[in-house]
């Protein structure tokens, strides 16, 4: 590799003190202009690269944050990813993005990464797998702090920055069963971190407080992909008598659900009306549009790295908080609609 140019090499060149060089690349009001100048044209010359890395650990601070999510193909992660990157920005920081893939191996592998990158704080959003915590460990040990976002956890020293799922899941079923749906379907995940756990126990909740029966068999379990929305479609078409409202916990997934039903014969919504979760822009392309539930993702991700930052510069202590519940609103489409409005 090529030899990487240093503040002595400018020094050499200039014949003048590498303190003077440093001085001046620091815009040190003691160097005159004429000579960082100088300095600046033979940096840029000899392709000088300023090591901030080396500079910041010098402060004990390397205004970076980490950032690990479950997938980086997902709209709404991108959105939170999208209101991380410009509230930090703005605030001085950069950050440094991470995917876990859904595999707990590789959370904690790239919070080792990170670790080693002497980040100044981490942002999380938990893999779906996992469960035991200690990869964290490192970061509370050396007062880095942690917040977690969208699939959270009780973490000791931590906070969390979430919407009410179980609030929300309540209210997406209560609007299908005022539409007169009395036969529901819930297409989820397997109920291990809390965004599945809380909006299954809405659809629960909305149903007895409905006065609707509740068993088991109404719950379909996969993994909210593309090819689910297909098999769980697979599924309901067989159901006897079938179903008239299906809720799902992702909005791609309750479009290919819908879509495949179509494809067999089935109205909607007139024989079943769905709503979905998280209100991607797949929901104003499906026909119907979809009902979903609107998730603040770019709020969030604003959310998450202020209070951060905030955290950081000793504005706020995020340990004096355990949570930050942000809003989340039904937005009714006509993916639902078996009662018209006048």
Known sequence: MEKEVTIYDLAHKLEISPATVSRALQDHPAISKKTKKK???????????TNN???????KNTNTIGVIVPRLDSYFMSTVI?????????????II?????????????????LFNSRVDGLL??????????????????????????????????????????????????????????????????????????????????????????????QVIIDNLSQEAGVRAAEIISKMKPLPDGVFVSNDNCATVCMITLKKMGIRIPEDIAFVGFNNDPVCKVAEPNLTTINYPGY?????????????????????????????????????????KSS
């Open 97 to 113: 993005i991470s995917q876990s893939s859904e595999q707990v191996k590789k959370e904690a592998s790239s919070a080792n990464t």
């Open 53 to 59: 890395f080396a500079r910041n650990l010098r402060n």
């Open 299 to 339: 709020e969030m991700g604003q959310v998450a790295a202020r209070s951060l930052i905030s955290h950081l510069s000793g504005a706020v202590n995020i340990h004096a908080t355990t949570a930050i519940t942000l809003r989340a609103d039904l937005i009714v489409r006509a993916s639902s609609m078996r009662i």
């Open 124 to 217: 999380v959003s938990l893999a779906y797998d996992t469960e035991d915590l200690s990869h964290f460990d490192i970061f509370l040990k050396k007062k880095v702090p942690i917040i977690f976002f969208d699939r959270v956890t009780d973490y000791d020293g931590c906070m969390n920055i979430l919407i009410d799922n179980r609030k929300a899941a309540n209210e997406a079923t209560r609007h299908l069963i005022q539409q007169g749906c009395r036969r529901l379907v819930h297409l989820t995940a397997i109920p291990k971190r809390n965004v599945y756990i809380d909006r299954l126990e809405g659809f629960k909740q909305a149903l007895e407080e409905a006065g609707l029966p509740y068993s088991e068999d």
């Open 39 to 49: 300095i600046f044209e033979l940096a840029e010359e000899m392709g000088y690269r």
């Open 82 to 94: 999208a209101g991380i990157e410009n509230t930090a920005g703005n605030l001085g920081y950069q």
